[in-house]
Structure formats: structure tokens, C-alpha cells
């Protein structure tokens, strides 16, 4: 089975940078597209980046695109998002996922999840 646990969040400065990693311990080898997603407080749940399993031609939200960049290691199972230069609006919950299907899936569309690593931003 599918299971994906996220690390590398914690609390940084304005300007600064962290890589979050996703692997998906429950599988020895997957071609499927993964990527992130971020929920503020009290706000929905919105898509940050998402990756195939060749890597071409990644996908980015207009919010992050220039600053955070997506990678896999498929033999590891495994996806980062280097995320640079750091905003205090970019503090949120970032979440790995999976889809079967292709990068530009609805949210609703993205088959698992994991539990979740903490960003946070200071000014």
C-alpha cells in the first residue's frame, strides 16, 4: 500500500529555505505523479506542485513558481520541494500526495496523502 510520510518542515526566518521530502515507505517501486500541497489555518487546501514520474515538464502554482522546485528520486520513492526565499504567507501544513492520474488532477482526484509536515515563516 501507499503510504507517504513527509519530512523536513520547521521554523525558519523570511528569506530563507527548506527541502521537504515525501517517500512513500509502502512501496518498492511506483511511476505514479506525486506532489505538494499546503493548508493554512482556517483556509482550503491548495496546490503547490506536482511532478510525473519522467519529471518533465513539472507544474507549479503561480504563488511559488520562481522560488520552490520539485524533484523525485524514483528509486527511493521519494519527491522533494526546495523551497527558497521563504514568505510568511507561505507558512502552512504542506502535504505529499499521490495521483494515478495525471498532474493537472483536481484535488479531489489525488488518491493519498500524508499526514502532513508544519512550515512556518517568520517575518
Known amino acids: 500500500q501507499v503510504q507517504l510520510v513527509e519530512s523536513g518542515g520547521g521554523l525558519v526566518q523570511a528569506g530563507d529555505s527548506l527541502r521537504l521530502s515525501c517517500a512513500d515507505s509502502?512501496?518498492?517501486?511506483?511511476?505514479?505523479?506525486m506532489g505538494w500541497f499546503r493548508q493554512a489555518p482556517g483556509k482550503e487546501r491548495e496546490f503547490v506542485a506536482a511532478?510525473?514520474?519522467?519529471?518533465?515538464?513539472?507544474l507549479y502554482a503561480d504563488s511559488v513558481k520562481g522560488r520552490f522546485t520539485i524533484s523525485r528520486h524514483n528509486a527511493k520513492n521519494t519527491v522533494y520541494l526546495q523551497m527558497n526565499s521563504l514568505k510568511p504567507e507561505d507558512t502552512a501544513v504542506y502535504y505529499c500526495?499521490?495521483?494515478?492520474?495525471?498532474?493537472?488532477?483536481?484535488?479531489?482526484?489525488?488518491?493519498?496523502w500524508g499526514q502532513g509536515t508544519q512550515v512556518t515563516v517568520s517575518s
Open positions: 511532478i510525473t514520474w519522467s519529471g518533465a515538464n513539472p
Open positions: 500526495a499521490l495521483t494515478h492520474r495525471s498532474p493537472e488532477s483536481d484535488y479531489d482526484q489525488w488518491d493519498y
Open positions: 509502502g512501496r518498492a517501486f511506483s511511476t505514479d505523479t
